[in-house]
């Protein structure tokens, strides 16, 4: 019965919210497949500011950055015919970089999570502007139902789980602490190479700071070598 109640919900949950620290650090499957905690993404929402934004031929690049984790890439496509007939024609309601939003501007995006040569992307369906900013906190919010209602797990608003053990990390030790986690099983644990691989949205540097940083405070500890690392607890 559970899980076919889980199915259903997760049926039914057909535009999942998140946050982007939950797509960062989504595990990749295959070039175009996302999962978190074995969910395959399909529509996401998310909520965020614009931080910056280039205009080209066939797309529009945005980084928008909700405060869990780095700016995520946002890509829309362009209808370069319906922008040549009648620019003024569009909905208000459809936020487009081009006319409406600016620096700084608050957004909602739906769209589908991808791999653009090695980088993530989420490639926008539909970019609206947010006028009210209590829809900002009623996100979150829905963001961390979701998550209680699919994966039964508790979490603050960088999507840590064991928030109470873990307190104390910043976003980015948390994400290469999550990684080591799930390869902690093995005897050998995950190569700082491989590491690299899964976090290929964050600089070496700040992996490397984050590695010492877990070591010294024992969250993670070194095995066959000093390039392969194992959680403590996992």
Same mark, same amino acid.
């Given at each position: 019965?559970? !899980?076919?109640?889980?199915?259903?919900?997760?049926?039914?949950?057909?535009?999942?919210?998140?946050? =982007?620290?939950?797509?960062?650090?989504? /595990?990749?499957?295959?070039? %175009?497949?996302?999962?978190?905690?074995?969910?395959?993404?399909?529509?996401?929402? =998310?909520?965020?500011?614009?931080?910056?934004?280039?205009?080209?031929?066939?797309?529009?690049?945005?980084?928008? %950055?909700?405060?869990?984790?780095?700016?995520?890439?946002?890509?829309?496509?362009?209808?370069?015919?319906? +922008?040549?007939?009648?620019? #003024? @024609?569009? /909905?208000?309601?459809?936020?487009?970089?081009?006319?409406?939003?600016? #620096?700084?501007?608050?957004?909602?995006?739906?769209?589908?999570?991808?791999?653009?040569?090695?980088?993530? @992307?989420?490639?926008?369906? &539909?970019?609206?502007?947010?006028?009210? #900013?209590?829809?900002?906190? !009623?996100?979150?919010?829905?963001?961390?139902?979701?998550?209680?209602?699919?994966?039964?797990?508790?979490?603050?608003?960088?999507?840590?789980?064991?928030? &109470? /053990?873990? !307190?104390?990390? +910043?976003?980015?030790?948390?994400?290469?602490?999550?990684?080591?986690?799930?390869?902690?099983?093995?005897? =050998?644990?995950? +190569?700082?190479?491989?590491?690299?691989?899964?976090?290929?949205?964050?600089?070496?540097?700040?992996?490397?700071? +984050?590695?010492?940083?877990?070591?010294?405070?024992?969250?993670?500890?070194?095995?066959?070598?000093?390039?392969?690392?194992?959680?403590?607890?996992?």
């Amino acid at each position: 019965m559970t !899980s076919n109640k889980t199915a259903t919900k997760r049926a039914a949950l057909h535009i999942l919210p998140v946050s =982007v620290c939950q797509l960062l650090s989504a /595990s990749l499957v295959d070039n %175009d497949t996302f999962t978190i905690c074995d969910l395959e993404l399909n529509q996401v929402s =998310v909520v965020g500011v614009v931080r910056g934004f280039a205009p080209f031929v066939t797309n529009v690049q945005y980084s928008v %950055d909700d405060m869990t984790g780095p700016p995520l890439n946002v890509k829309q496509w362009v209808d370069t015919e319906a +922008s040549s007939t009648n620019t #003024l @024609s569009r /909905s208000t309601t459809q936020c487009s970089l081009l006319e409406f939003a600016s #620096l700084g501007t608050y957004v909602k995006v739906i769209g589908n999570l991808r791999n653009f040569n090695g980088q993530r @992307s989420l490639l926008a369906m &539909s970019i609206r502007c947010i006028v009210d #900013l209590n829809e900002i906190t !009623s996100h979150m919010l829905e963001v961390v139902r979701a998550h209680m209602e699919l994966f039964g797990k508790a979490f603050d608003v960088n999507m840590n789980t064991n928030v &109470s /053990s873990l !307190s104390g990390l +910043s976003t980015i030790q948390h994400e290469v602490l999550h990684v080591i986690r799930k390869f902690s099983v093995g005897d =050998v644990g995950i +190569s700082l190479p491989d590491l690299q691989k899964h976090l290929d949205y964050l600089k070496m540097r700040d992996i490397r700071a +984050s590695l010492v940083f877990l070591v010294n405070e024992g969250h993670v500890f070194s095995t066959i070598d000093e390039k392969h690392f194992k959680s403590a607890v996992y």
